[in-house]
């Protein structure tokens, strides 16, 4: 049977990176799984029926209410590259049109979206760093980086939290209305029961 040391100091293929803060390689929650294989990248790296319904009716609201033209909105987990050492994944990105170059290339997206939206944390959480510790030094550095919104939809806990540049952060439950930009909002709630996704 390995020992926890012989998996700690195997070399783990990128493939299993989810994304880099400050120079630190967070993997894919459930990537110690892969190295001793109990199971295979495929495994971990697919989101849950309800993360995925959430991401796709989000995407509905965005293009039934954002002018096409104006927008790209990103999803597929877009590489966002904030600095050197700092390259985060994204669950949906919304960008100004006029402020991507072209065409666009085979790189991350260098240049920061109007608007975040998270889906729960993928990331295998190191032991000297909580949950929330991670949603808030992700968040902060995207607001950093020139990010007008970040909205992260909580599902085990069914909250949403709304952060802006120089605003106080909200935390609210899924009857609430949200926000993501002028004219163009939800209430996670009645969102999912109108596909019968919760009751």
């Known amino acids: 049977m390995r020992s926890?040391?012989?998996?700690?100091?195997?070399?783990?293929?990128?493939?299993?990176?989810?994304?880099?803060?400050?120079?630190?390689?967070y993997y894919y929650k459930g990537y110690r799984s892969v190295l001793s294989r109990q199971k295979t990248r495929e495994d971990i790296m697919g989101a849950s029926a309800l993360q995925s319904a959430i991401v796709s009716l989000l995407i509905h609201i965005l293009y039934k209410y954002l002018p096409f033209d104006d927008y790209l909105i990103a999803t597929n987990e877009p590489g966002l590259h904030i600095a050197t050492g700092s390259n985060l994944s994204n669950d949906i990105a919304v960008f100004n049109q006029s402020s991507l170059p072209t065409p666009l290339d085979d790189k991350y997206f260098s240049v920061p979206p109007k608007v975040v939206i998270e889906v729960d944390v993928k990331i295998d959480l190191p032991i000297n760093l909580s949950e929330t510790e991670y949603v808030y030094d992700k968040t902060q550095k995207m607001l950093d980086f020139g990010v007008q919104k970040v909205i992260w939809i909580l599902t085990k806990t069914r909250r949403t939290l709304i952060a802006?540049?120089?605003?106080?952060?909200?935390l609210t439950d899924w009857d609430d209305t949200v926000e993501i930009m002028p004219g163009c909002s939800f209430v996670m709630n009645p969102l999912l029961r109108s596909k019968g996704v919760i009751l």
Do not use: C, H, M, Q
Not at 13 to 20: G, Q, R
Not at 164 to 170: A, D, G, L, Q, Y
């Open 4 to 25: 926890r040391n012989s998996l700690a100091t195997r070399k783990i293929p990128a493939s299993l990176l989810y994304e880099e803060i400050d120079g630190v390689p």
């Open 164 to 170: 802006e540049p120089n605003e106080r952060w909200i």
